[in-house]
């Protein structure tokens, strides 16, 4: 499997199947929930919700995040952590992060940029714990214009939404996969509920499509952030998916998660070289943000690339696939002769290019000839100088 598409396992497990199911408070069986109807309908909720969310949409923080999750019987375990910082209106990312696998023996670093001059740019470093061979990869967009539709997509798709400051933009699924919950809140028949859940008042937002249910869990003491967000099969299969809010803290008068955790199990089928594969799938996974600020100043000088790329890495432009760029001096370039000739003579000392080599040795040559030509006529000369003494 290649580097960037290994990479991607995660997160392919999260955001493919978050419209497949999910079992309601799987973590705590033993919680009480008395529903009553509500004094509030769907719409004056998601309104809000949609409050909270605005407020958070600009924000630096640090998160770390420890996964567990079993594929047809073979256990896989991710440490994710790294830093973060965004601006969602003014298209401003900057992501840091480190992810470690135990179990599958190894470390990947990768760095998300996007500002004002980089319309996207992601760099990826792995290598093996017991290895000193490190794989790299480039991904980038050459024009803001062919970025996609949803900016919000981009940061979950490259930072993940496990980290839980982008759970105001956390994906519904496959039929909501460039929507964020608001706006697909909308595109549903809502009814809303008031219940009591050990002792404190929560409203749901509940939304069917598709034969799914979905579901926004709000607390009112909280200034409705969001404590639960679970989608389901109607028919209540094997597929679930739960994300919780464990812990929160208040900052500028506003709730924010710092702990939660995330289960799913789901069950696909895909094809493999010509065989359909089942495949089943469980995850469990607990992570908790700090070093929260809100409403920063951002200065892009403060976010720079830092992963040593080596020049002459491959890199992917997605909206211009068809021409073959690289990695050279801290950018993306065109891959051209004379960019090959000059990586080749930062990684081995001075060579040229065979175009400088033919031009120093014609050089060199016709020094050569001058020298020769001019030791040639001192010698007539000091010959001559020696027959006139003779005589």
Known sequence: MTLKFKFFINFVCLFSFLGYGINLFA???????LSSSSDMSADELLKKYKKWVERLNC?????????????????HEM?????????KYKK???????????VEDFSTKYQVLMNTTIPFLYLIEEQKTNSNKIKYAVISY???DKLPNSYSELLARHTGDESIMFFGL?????DFILKDIYDSFTKMNLKSEKQQLNNNTIYKIIGEYNNRRYELWLNPEYEFMPIKISCCPLDRKINFFDFIIKDQTKIKDIFIPTKYLLLMESEFSIENKGKKETIKSKEKAEGEISNILLD???????YKITLSIPDGTQADVQDDLQTNYIWYKGKIVVKTNEIESAIERGDRGAIPSPRELRFWIMLISLILIFIGGG??????IKNNKNSKKEK
């Open 27 to 33: 973590d705590e069986p033993n919680n009480k929930i």
């Open 296 to 302: 920063v100043d951002f200065e892009e000088k403060d």
């Open 142 to 144: 050459k024009n803001k």
């Open 375 to 380: 030791l040639k006529i001192k010698s007539i």
């Open 59 to 75: 924000c630096e923080y640090t998160f770390k995040q420890i996964s567990e999750y079993i594929e047809n019987g073979v256990k």
């Open 92 to 102: 401003l990312l900057y992501s840091f992060n480190t992810l470690n696998s135990p």
């Open 170 to 174: 956390f994906k519904l699924g496959s």
């Open 79 to 87: 440490n994710n952590s790294g830093k973060v910082y965004f601006n």
